[in-house]
């Protein structure tokens, strides 16, 4: 199988900032992808058509669904239409992005249309305004938004975010910082920095906030943060161990992991009674809950048979029932949007990787090829699942579509980066 290396080198900043470089490497097949040409003219001079382009042809790129051809290579300003739909045909390309940004009466904007080559009509037209508070990338991830919806019938995620932990090596000690940024790699603030450990950030139902574990008071408590405005607030009064948070997707509890006379169990927090029950009690650890969908169910991690396992437990009334059987160890749960199915972290026997288990077929499928991998993440259409791994001994990030198309590694240059969790 043909395979396609893209280098991007990128830079991130951060609130201090200062920077770190980060590498992406995009490693697709070829086969199958659909090809697809984009071009944008430019009459206005506030907004440059390359930057458009970069973004969208990199998006669509990315996705695994498609082979970006040269534009340039052929005449895209023929009025007839049967003659433009040919020449683009001739080139290669099956749809054809055309957008042009101009100025009308003091105001820019920018109109696309997508162009169904082999139909040979128009399957998209929108026109965008544009101003001085207009975030090219933002817009420009839209537009791939509604062109990859339009052709595959899949919701995209280009506007989506990421958040993971990085670890900064200095002379005598080490950083830890709580990154936000875009699918892509661009547009990254570290919003929390600390000399003590910050572990396991997950996002509120709305991505407004972020939740996380630091032990800057020297012991493992969850902490949330409002995006917005930067505040921090503890979850749980007192000095008591708190870990593993997860929000329910109706935004009113969050579960996570306590010690109960030295043995971890999981509690539920609800938020406007401020109220705490026990969820879990058994002989075993019982540890990393992820919410069902509907905020009925909760899976878990659990070693009560000997060896960690993945459980499922009603919210209200029910017994757990344990689901993974396959290999010796499956842990850290996360489940699809559309409650399908689970990712998580499997061993077989031949070291710690990301498979996604079918709730329905009781299927297991391994997807990923390291020996470290960890901390899987559904994107929100399912069709990707980004996790930690390790390369030459150090954490990268990766991203890797269900079908094994394209995997894609984040690498910050200088840094560990681990835990990565994409917002809903």
Same mark, same amino acid.
């Given at each position: 199988?043909?395979?396609?290396?893209?280098?991007l @080198?990128?830079?991130? =900043?951060?609130?201090?900032?200062?920077?770190?470089?980060?590498?992406?490497?995009?490693?697709?097949?070829?086969?199958?992808?659909?090809?697809?040409?984009?071009?944008?003219?430019?009459?206005s001079?506030?907004?440059p058509a390359?930057?458009?382009?970069?973004?969208?042809?990199?998006?669509?790129?990315?996705? #695994?669904?498609?082979?970006?051809?040269? +534009?340039?290579k052929? !005449?895209n300003?023929i009025?007839?239409?049967?003659t433009?739909?040919?020449?683009?045909?001739?080139a290669?390309? /099956?749809? =054809?992005?055309?957008?042009?940004?101009?100025?009308?009466?003091?105001?820019d904007?920018?109109?696309?249309?997508?162009?169904n080559?082999?139909?040979?009509?128009?399957?998209?037209?929108?026109?965008? /305004?544009?101003n001085?508070?207009s975030?090219i &990338?933002? @817009?420009?991830?839209?537009? +791939?938004?509604?062109? =990859?919806?339009?052709?595959?019938g899949?919701?995209?995620?280009?506007?989506?975010?990421i958040?993971?932990?990085?670890?900064?090596k200095?002379?005598?000690?080490?950083?830890?910082?709580?990154?936000?940024?875009?699918?892509?790699?661009? /547009?990254?603030?570290?919003?929390? !920095?600390?000399?003590?450990?910050?572990?396991?950030?997950?996002?509120s139902?709305? *991505?407004?906030k972020?939740?996380y574990?630091?032990?800057?008071?020297?012991?493992?408590?969850?902490?949330?943060?409002?995006?917005?405005?930067?505040?921090?607030?503890?979850?749980l009064?007192?000095?008591? +161990?708190?870990s593993?948070?997860?929000?329910?997707?109706?935004?009113?509890?969050?579960?996570?992991?306590?010690?109960v006379?030295?043995n971890?169990?999981?509690?539920?927090?609800?938020?406007s009674? !401020?109220?705490?029950?026990?969820?879990? /009690? +058994?002989?075993? @650890?019982?540890?990393?809950?992820?919410?069902?969908?509907?905020?009925?169910?909760?899976?878990?991690t659990?070693?009560?048979?000997?060896?960690?396992h993945?459980?499922?437990?009603?919210?209200?009334?029910?017994?757990?029932?344990r689901l993974?059987?396959?290999?010796?160890? *499956?842990?850290?749960?996360?489940?699809?949007?559309d409650?399908k199915? %689970?990712?998580?972290?499997?061993? #077989?026997? *031949?070291?710690h990787?990301?498979? @996604?288990?079918?709730?329905?077929?009781?299927?297991?499928?391994?997807i990923?090829?390291g &020996?470290?991998?960890?901390?899987?993440?559904?994107?929100?259409?399912?069709?990707m699942v %980004?996790?930690?791994?390790?390369?030459?001994?150090?954490?990268?990030?990766?991203?890797?579509?269900?079908?094994? &198309?394209?995997? !894609?590694?984040?690498?910050?240059?200088?840094?560990?980066?681990r835990?990565?969790?994409?917002?809903?």
């Amino acid at each position: 199988m043909k395979k396609i290396i893209l280098l991007l @080198i990128v830079q991130l =900043f951060i609130t201090s900032k200062s920077y770190s470089e980060l590498t992406i490497k995009i490693d697709r097949a070829e086969i199958g992808a659909l090809p697809i040409m984009v071009h944008i003219n430019q009459d206005s001079k506030n907004y440059p058509a390359k930057e458009f382009k970069d973004i969208i042809e990199n998006d669509l790129y990315g996705s #695994g669904y498609f082979n970006v051809l040269d +534009s340039l290579k052929v !005449k895209n300003t023929i009025k007839n239409k049967s003659t433009q739909y040919a020449l683009w045909n001739l080139a290669g390309a /099956n749809y =054809f992005l055309k957008a042009d940004i101009y100025s009308n009466a003091g105001k820019d904007f920018i109109k696309f249309e997508l162009h169904n080559v082999i139909k040979k009509n128009i399957t998209i037209s929108y026109k965008i /305004n544009l101003n001085e508070k207009s975030n090219i &990338r933002k @817009i420009s991830h839209t537009i +791939s938004n509604v062109i =990859f919806e339009d052709i595959t019938g899949i919701k995209g995620i280009f506007d989506t975010k990421i958040a993971y932990i990085s670890t900064e090596k200095l002379e005598n000690r080490k950083i830890y910082k709580l990154h936000v940024a875009d699918i892509d790699g661009f /547009n990254s603030v570290a919003i929390y !920095k600390s000399s003590k450990q910050l572990m396991s950030p997950t996002w509120s139902p709305k *991505n407004d906030k972020i939740a996380y574990v630091s032990f800057e008071n020297n012991r493992p408590q969850i902490f949330i943060q409002t995006l917005s405005t930067g505040e921090r607030i503890k979850l749980l009064d007192g000095n008591k +161990s708190s870990s593993a948070p997860a929000w329910s997707p109706n935004e009113k509890f969050m579960a996570y992991t306590s010690s109960v006379n030295g043995n971890l169990e999981i509690f539920i927090y609800n938020f406007s009674k !401020k109220s705490i029950s026990r969820f879990t /009690n +058994s002989i075993g @650890i019982d540890t990393e809950a992820e919410w069902g969908p509907k905020s009925k169910k909760i899976y878990f991690t659990s070693d009560r048979s000997g060896r960690p396992h993945i459980y499922s437990k009603p919210v209200r009334r029910g017994n757990a029932k344990r689901l993974t059987f396959d290999g010796s160890y *499956n842990a850290d749960a996360n489940v699809s949007s559309d409650g399908k199915f %689970l990712s998580i972290v499997h061993n #077989g026997g *031949n070291g710690h990787k990301i498979a @996604i288990y079918s709730l329905d077929d009781k299927y297991l499928k391994v997807i990923s090829k390291g &020996r470290l991998d960890e901390a899987p993440s559904f994107a929100p259409n399912n069709k990707m699942v %980004l996790f930690a791994s390790k390369k030459l001994h150090k954490g990268i990030l990766v991203a890797t579509s269900n079908d094994g &198309r394209i995997r !894609k590694e984040i690498e910050l240059v200088g840094e560990d980066v681990r835990e990565p969790i994409w917002s809903h």
